[in-house]
Structures are given as C-alpha cells and as structure tokens.
C-alpha cells in the first residue's frame, strides 16, 4: 500500500512533456505590429522574423500541455491618433484604446507589439498586447527570450490561468519562469478545445 501510494504521489510529481498521450490542440495567431508616428512608445521596432522566433519559443514553454500556437500573419497596423497618455490614465487602457479593432482577425487570437508600456503585456478581451522591451526578474530554468515568455504568460491568461506567486511559474508576474503544473494543464486545455471549436466554427 505505501509503494502504491508512494507511486501515485511520484506520477503526480512528474513533469508532463509534449511526447505525452496528450492530444495536440493548435490555436491560430494573427500577429500586429503597431506603427506610430506620433507616439514612440506605441511604435513597435519587433520584424517579421523576430516575431516568428519568438512565437517559436512561445511554443516551446506551452509543450507541456501539448499546445501549440500556429502563426498564421504578421502585419502592421497603425495606430490610432489618441491625446497623450494623461497622468491618471492606465498605461493598458491608453494603449488598448490606441488599437484599431477592425484589422482583427475573426478566426485566430489577435497579438498586437507594443514598443513600450507600463505592464510587460496585458490581456483583458482582445487582442493580447505585448511590450517589446520588458522589464523582469531572471529565475531558474527560465525562459531566455523575455518577450517570448510575455507572450507566453499572456496567452495562459487567455486560457484562463491566473497569475500565480511561485517564481518559476509562468503565470507568475515580472518573471522568467515557464513551468506549468498540472491543474493549470488541464485547465489551458480545456479552454484551448473551446477556443479551437469557436474559432474554426466547429
């Protein structure tokens, strides 16, 4: 009973990798990158490629789960000619407010690329928002693009994950971590499988 219990608590323990039995989900990206000339922080200096490597590694963090993030464009947007940001105003609804919604993609999650913003990203309806010069703490076995992880991180809050204090968690804030545990992996797939159904219209 002890060596069955002790298996049991041993299986629980183990990291889930993405050669599981975990059937694959794969959720559809559309990638902004947002120009401005008369607002440097919204103007993102990110390229195609760049992006491209870091959806790749973005990729790599949500193995575990067996989830998978398929990069379907990347275009440029231009953003919207707001005032500028007042003292009182959030950086995030500043921002979102500067996003032209119609350039949105009706079957994929949106990313728009931000130069700079106060949070490293923020999700909150869409579209993901992501900094490109964020600001973190390094941890242990974390993540070696910065913004690879924002974009990670945020896109568990699209999965529905909530932030979480262990520092080498990803959902946890200003750091590096990526690791997931197993509540969250179940949870970030179940939310995947709806989000796929809704955006093939199956």
Known sequence: MIHLRLTLFLMWLWPLHADNALPAIVLPLSVHLVRSTTHPRLHAEITPAEVQTIVHEANAIWSPANIRFELRGVDEISALDLSPKKWFQRDRNWVKAALPTTHFHPAAIDVCFVHDMGPNGFFYGEPVVVCETPEYTKVRGGAAH???????????????????????????????????????????RNRALQLAAQLTGN
């Open 146 to 188: 910065p913004v690879a992880r924002v974009l990670a991180h945020e896109l568990g809050h699209v999965l529905f994950l909530k932030h979480r204090q262990d520092h080498t968690n990803l959902m946890a804030s200003g750091r590096n971590g990526v690791t997931l545990n197993r509540e969250e992996i179940a949870t970030a």
